[in-house]
């Protein structure tokens, strides 16, 4: 059953549903889609995407850093309101979350 605009999601199901809804689906090179996942917390989804691990190493045989940028997407549990954090690991982008919405 679509979910009705504005109201907040009960399910991670339906958290992936807005996600899809408003921002635009991540590809990878070729144009493959790339797999959202959803961790659910105690007052938002975090939506993100699953990148295949590639590995980068440089001339010399040692591993580069991952390219920078990107972002994850927490949709509240309590107004459906959507917002981008940085990419960081999952409990600190979940964090910086709570610092910055109370």
Known sequence: MPQRPGTPP???EEALALVRSRYAEPKL???TPVP???HEFDIGYLV???FP???RIDA????LPAPPGGAKIIVSKATG???TVPNLPTESAIALYREQNG
């Not at 010399?60 to 591993?63: D, E, I, L, Q, R």
């Open 48 to 50: 993100h995407p699953v």
């Open 36 to 38: 959202l996942a959803v």
């Open 29 to 31: 090179p070729d144009g």
């Open 53 to 55: 691990q590639v590995s």
């Open 81 to 83: 309101e959507s917002v």
């Open 10 to 12: 009960t399910s991670s």
């Open 60 to 63: 010399a045989g040692n591993p």
